[in-house]
């Protein structure tokens, strides 16, 4: 018992709940435990992923995004829209990838300056950006998805194989590596766990606690860019509706990874763990025929789930 | 039935009682009793557990362990309303008003007359002003409490605890921010309560409010019971010595005086904040003290230096060139760091561990090619620890399961992360132990020794006096008195601080923790 309790403190409900739910999934359902599912789980997980490693920077900060759905939703119908402009699929897919990705920083950018300067609540300042990003997604592409994208797109993000590993899976992989050294061996890192932690010691230590915690939100939102280029190539079109479950989805993945709401605590790989934990879920519910609307009720109850136990475990670490 | 006697006659009894907070004993096994009609003081240092052994026994914590008997009969309060409605009132240290509220608000909250399911508000408003007008209060209970002077708000304070019928009454530093009136009327409201038969625990640091109204005295120091004495009987050096555990000269080191150039020099400094024209200097190896009651404007000083608060006007000046629009970044640049008062609120990351927390102003200096030398870092962080005997010795360890004096100490030694030439303390000695005042104190006298130009902000005139080579004092946002070369004395110091000025803001002045 007591070394249940450790564990929970130190690390959180994250393994207590994936072992629970394997074993669950594998026995309510055959199809779950296989070779092919699993690498479709680590194929899906991938963008829910990259955009949790960006959340997770905002929530580092004691903040979080509320925009990150929205951001790729834009991001998928720039890169699109600038893909089809051009006639030379390889340049315009350069040129329209780096768009997108430019686009969601900017999106960050925006939210970084207005929560870190002019001190707005990072709850109101995204739940807007969240609004006005997902209305000009809506607005550029007419509100219907872009087609005719370059199969090029699709071939090499979306389905491609690197040396046997999926193209989706390579980029997560790298994403999580360099967060990885931001967090632990960069000042920035340092900064964003003394900033979230406590503003006020940030600020009293010399560090420059506006300028880090935008750093935070470009960080997130350049991120949340990647993720919407990749799942633009997946499905092979633009989309104004991409990614409306990802808000949701990457807190809730954060949290359960043991990243705290309250700023200064958390790391980038447990944060991942979480990600895959969602995906899972999904993927056992999708096996089990539960129906869309019933899974919408399950990830809400899950990120309250998460909310809840990350309380807990500090009030018995505290007593 | 002996027992059961002496039990019946006394009105509360606390027995072995032990509480823990994360690495920290609060309370180790303390035993206290209250007599019906008697004062009875709890005296000891700032975290010594006073408050918290109050806390206890108005319902607010749960012990870990020991038993609580309420006139014989033992007693388990769950909460502060569980230990008022058997009749425990409570006035504590930090308020509990809601500032949104009215006065009338504030004293019926948690037991509002209600009339058919709405609230009754001529009867309250015309209990509170009857009980206003008893306790010789002048307070509109109309007023909303956020936008009440500090004095008035305790008086609030007071009024809520004097609300309920009670037998035991508890009150944590109440005269803190009263003026001379109105303690006295306080006091004469509790020699008339005494009268009734009721207890009254009363926890202060001023002694001579102690002889007055003190019939016995409990001292705690580092969470045990160190003896309870009966008032009369007792000196001002018994009991130092009792809350200490020392000889006042064992706790200050002596520290020479060798002062070289004038590192930092302030002229005409005026903040936004409320200081007027203050100037001082200090030269390297040479201790600056501070003075000053609380809301002198004392920390006002090191916070315009160290750019967190505007500076209005004044000339700042840093080794001979002057020093325009100072932030913490360029402060801490140029050798200028300021240890705020409160560790927990300004100076720790909580959250993180003691590397992280002592490293935080000289990150810059561990990085080799944009990473951070992780080796480098750890060889320093280890020998800062051993240095400054910081327990426990394990660097990742979260900072919050230290004890404040450990705390305090990996928060000071940032000044050793860097090459820091100004260190300004501001109440560096602020509820931590004895023994970790020591180390605070050797750290002081190190720092000066080795040609550190020294700011030492505080209000424990001890300190003042012991440690300082020079003291200024302050009232009321300014400079009153400078005293060079040690020769400062308690009467000099004190009277300033009271300042000139006895007219109009004078409430508004808090008097200090002054332990003589």
């Keep these: 018992m007591e070394w249940l309790k450790k564990t929970f403190v130190k690390v959180g409900v994250l393994p207590f709940l994936l072992v629970a739910l394997l074993i669950l999934f594998s026995v309510a359902e055959s199809r779950f435990m296989t070779t092919s599912n699993m690498m479709i789980v680590g194929r899906q997980a991938t963008y829910l992923a990259i955009v949790t490693a960006g959340q997770m920077l905002t929530i580092l900060c004691a903040g979080f995004d509320l925009s990150v759905g929205s951001s790729v939703a834009l991001t998928s119908i720039v890169t699109s829209s600038v893909i089809v402009s051009f006639s030379s699929p390889v340049t315009g ?44 997604a809506l ?148 096996l089990m025929n539960i129906s869309s609307y019933l899974q919408m009720v399950v990830m809400g109850c899950l990120l309250i789930f998460a909310v809840v136990m990350d309380q807990f475990r500090i009030s018995i670490k505290g007593r | 039935m002996e027992i059961g006697n002496i039990m019946e006659k006394l009105l509360l009894k606390a027995d072995n009682i032990t509480k823990r907070f994360p690495g920290v004993l609060a309370l180790d096994r303390v035993s206290f009793d209250l007599r019906p009609g008697e004062v009875h003081i709890l005296f000891g240092e700032n975290g010594a557990g006073k408050s918290t052994l109050n806390k206890i026994l108005a319902g607010s914590y749960l012990p870990d362990e020991g038993q609580i008997y309420l006139k014989g009969k033992q007693v388990q309060f769950r909460n502060p309303l569980d230990a008022r409605m058997a009749g425990i009132s409570a006035v504590y240290q930090e308020f509990s008003l809601v500032p949104q509220l009215s006065v009338l ?141 020392r000889e006042v000269q064992e706790i200050f080191p002596s520290i020479s005086h060798e002062p070289g150039k004038t590192v ?17 200097e200090v030269r390297s190896g040479e201790i600056l003290g501070i003075a000053g009651l609380v809301g002198a404007g004392k920390s006002r000083v090191g916070r315009a230096i160290f750019g967190l608060d505007e500076i209005k006007a004044g000339l700042i000046t840093l080794n001979g060139h002057p020093f325009e629009k100072p932030t913490p970044a360029r402060c801490i640049e140029k050798g200028i760091l300021y240890f705020p008062p409160d560790r927990h609120k300004e100076g720790l990351v909580l959250c993180r561990s003691v590397k992280e927390n002592q490293t935080l102003v000289s990150i810059p200096l561990f990085e080799r090619g944009g990473f951070i030398d992780a080796r480098k870092e750890e060889d320093t962080v280890k020998q800062i620890v051993e240095k400054m005997n910081i327990r426990p010795k394990r660097i990742d360890q979260t900072i919050n399961y230290l004890s404040g004096g450990n705390q305090q100490k990996v928060m000071l030694s940032r000044g050793i992360t860097r090459d820091i030439t100004v260190f300004i303390f501001d109440e560096a000695s602020c509820g931590i132990d004895v ?37 200024m004092v302050m009232h009321a946002g300014t400079n009153v008195l400078t005293i060079p070369g040690g020769k400062a004395t308690e009467e000099m110091v004190l009277s300033s601080c009271f300042g000139y000025d006895h007219s109009g803001s004078g409430a508004e002045c808090v008097e200090p923790n002054i332990e003589t």
């Design chain 1, 139 to 286: 607005l550029l592409s007419g509100g219907v998805p872009i087609f005719n994208l370059p199969d090029e797109l699709n071939q090499l993000l979306g389905v491609g194989k690197i040396v046997g590993i999926p193209v989706p899976v390579l980029v997560t992989i790298i994403i999580v590596i360099l967060v990885f050294i931001l967090l632990n061996r960069t000042r920035i890192g340092r900064y964003f766990y003394a900033l979230g932690g406590n503003l006020e010691a940030a600020r009293l230590s010399g560090i420059a606690i506006k300028k880090y915690t935008c750093l935070a939100y470009v960080l997130c939102g350049t991120l949340t860019g990647i993720a919407g280029v990749m799942l633009t190539a997946r499905v092979a079109s633009g989309e104004p509706n991409l990614g409306a479950a990802l808000p949701l989805e990457s807190i809730a993945a954060a949290v359960i990874g043991g990243v705290s709401l309250r700023g200064g605590e958390g790391g980038v790989i447990r944060a991942i763990f979480g990600a895959i934990l969602i995906v899972l879920i999904r993927n056992g519910m999708n």
């Design chain 2, 105 to 245: 608000e504030n004293l019926f909250l948690g037991s509002e007359i209600v009339k058919k399911g709405l609230l009754d508000r001529k009867a309250m408003l015309n209990k509170a002003e009857g009980l206003l007008k008893e306790l010789g209060f002048d307070l509109d209970p109309k007023a909303n409490v956020g936008e009440l002077r500090r004095a008035e708000r305790q008086m609030v304070e007071i009024a809520k605890a004097f609300q309920h019928r009670m037998d035991v009454l508890m009150l944590d530093e109440p005269t803190a921010s009263l003026t001379d009136k109105e303690v006295q009327r306080l006091f004469q409201i509790i020699k008339e309560i005494k009268g009734e038969g009721v207890g009254i625990i009363y926890i202060s640091h001023r002694i001579d409010e102690l002889k007055q109204i003190g019939d016995r005295i409990t001292i705690l120091r580092d969470g045990k019971l160190v003896d309870t004495l009966d008032m009369a009987g007792t000196d001002e050096e018994i009991l130092i010595s009792l809350m200490t555990g």
């Design chain 2, 435 to 471: 023994g970790a005042k020591h180390d605070v104190y050797m750290f002081l006298k190190e720092q000066a020794e080795l040609g550190a130009a020294v700011i030492f902000i505080s209000s424990e005139l001890p300190e003042i006096l012991n440690l300082s080579h020079t003291v």
């Design chain 1, 93 to 136: 897919i350069i040129v329209g990838i780096a768009a997108g990705i430019v686009t969601a920083a900017l999106v960050g950018l925006a939210n970084g300056i207005t929560i870190a300067v002019f001190r707005v609540s990072p709850f109101v300042v995204t739940l807007g950006t969240m609004s006005v990003i997902h209305g000009l």
């Design chain 2, 264 to 280: 930092l020099s302030v002229e005409g400094l005026s903040t936004a904040g409320g200081i007027h024209d203050i100037s001082f």
